[in-house]
């Protein structure tokens, strides 16, 4: 699985777009994106993925570079309840052996 | 929502002393696991589980481990004989992976806390 890497820490004021980077210049071909938050010590939780084309659903949208070698996460309205870390991970999909590999991720803190 | 559960929240145990953790994944899933994260540290995967059997664990998941699924609905790790070391928050997880563009959105339940003293 490619190695990301993302900035350590991220301060966005509420209401305005959130823009987490990543970087996987590493990535396979075959090899998805996604995005996953953790809230204080909660369990991780799905954000969005994506393979080669920009992703959008309810809670974020997701732009992939064409060489694939970055990405972005947006959140477009942030509030307080997304403050958390978000973790930028590789996925070659095996069905069923997909061990995340997570990293040390981007703590974002939403300022009111 | 369907949810993946765990039980219990927190624990506390004496060294030495055997401990179950508790899952209920979401029904019509597939495959479980369990990460664990030591407080400050990463989320570290220790095990993956499909029918009927271990798919793949990683260093962390020694001996003293062991997972189970005794009925149709609970998936449970054990902790044969606990050490200070193994205090972290457990998180058990589900997916479906019946579509290859879905297999790494994993379901994670709410964690349980395992204190050893």
């Given at each position: 699985?490619?190695?990301?890497?993302?900035?350590?820490?991220?301060?966005?004021?509420?209401?305005?777009?959130?823009?987490?980077?990543?970087?996987?210049?590493?990535?396979?071909?075959?090899?998805?994106?996604?995005?996953?938050?953790?809230?204080?010590?909660?369990?991780?939780?799905?954000?969005?993925?994506?393979?080669?084309?920009?992703?959008?659903?309810?809670?974020?949208?997701?732009?992939?570079?064409e060489d694939?070698?970055?990405?972005?996460?947006?959140?477009?309205?942030?509030?307080?309840?997304?403050?958390?870390?978000?973790?930028?991970?590789?996925?070659?999909?095996?069905?069923?052996?997909?061990?995340?590999?997570?990293g040390?991720?981007?703590?974002?803190?939403?300022?009111? | 929502?369907?949810?993946?559960?765990?039980?219990?929240?927190?624990?506390?145990?004496?060294?030495?002393?055997?401990?179950?953790?508790?899952?209920?994944?979401?029904?019509?899933?597939?495959y479980?696991?369990?990460?664990?994260?030591?407080l400050?540290?990463?989320?570290?995967?220790?095990?993956?589980?499909?029918?009927?059997?271990?798919?793949?664990?990683?260093?962390?998941?020694?001996?003293?481990?062991?997972?189970?699924?005794?009925?149709?609905?609970?998936?449970?790790?054990?902790?044969?004989?606990?050490?200070?070391?193994?205090?972290?928050?457990?998180?058990?997880?589900?997916?479906?992976?019946?579509?290859?563009?879905?297999?790494?959105?994993?379901?994670?339940?709410?964690?349980?806390?395992?204190?050893?003293?």
């Amino acid at each position: 699985d490619a190695k990301t890497t993302q900035p350590p820490s991220m301060d966005c004021a509420e209401g305005r777009a959130a823009n987490l980077p990543c970087n996987h210049s590493t990535i396979s071909g075959n090899e998805y994106v996604y995005w996953y938050r953790q809230i204080h010590s909660q369990g991780p939780q799905y954000i969005i993925h994506g393979l080669k084309n920009n992703e959008t659903n309810e809670m974020a949208s997701l732009i992939i570079t064409e060489d694939r070698k970055s990405s972005t996460l947006i959140l477009p309205h942030a509030t307080l309840r997304d403050t958390a870390v978000y973790y930028c991970i590789g996925v070659i999909s095996n069905f069923g052996n997909e061990k995340l590999t997570f990293g040390t991720g981007t703590r974002l803190t939403i300022i009111p | 929502e369907p949810e993946v559960t765990q039980t219990p929240s927190h624990q506390v145990t004496q060294m030495g002393q055997e401990v179950i953790l508790r899952c209920v994944p979401i029904s019509n899933h597939l495959y479980f696991y369990w990460y664990r994260q030591i407080l400050g540290q990463k989320v570290e995967f220790l095990v993956s589980f499909y029918n009927n059997e271990i798919s793949e664990k990683s260093e962390i998941f020694d001996d003293q481990f062991s997972v189970e699924r005794p009925d149709g609905s609970n998936f449970t790790l054990k902790i044969r004989s606990t050490k200070l070391e193994d205090s972290a928050m457990y998180f058990c997880a589900s997916s479906r992976t019946d579509r290859v563009d879905r297999t790494g959105e994993l379901f994670f339940g709410e964690g349980s806390r395992l204190t050893v003293l």
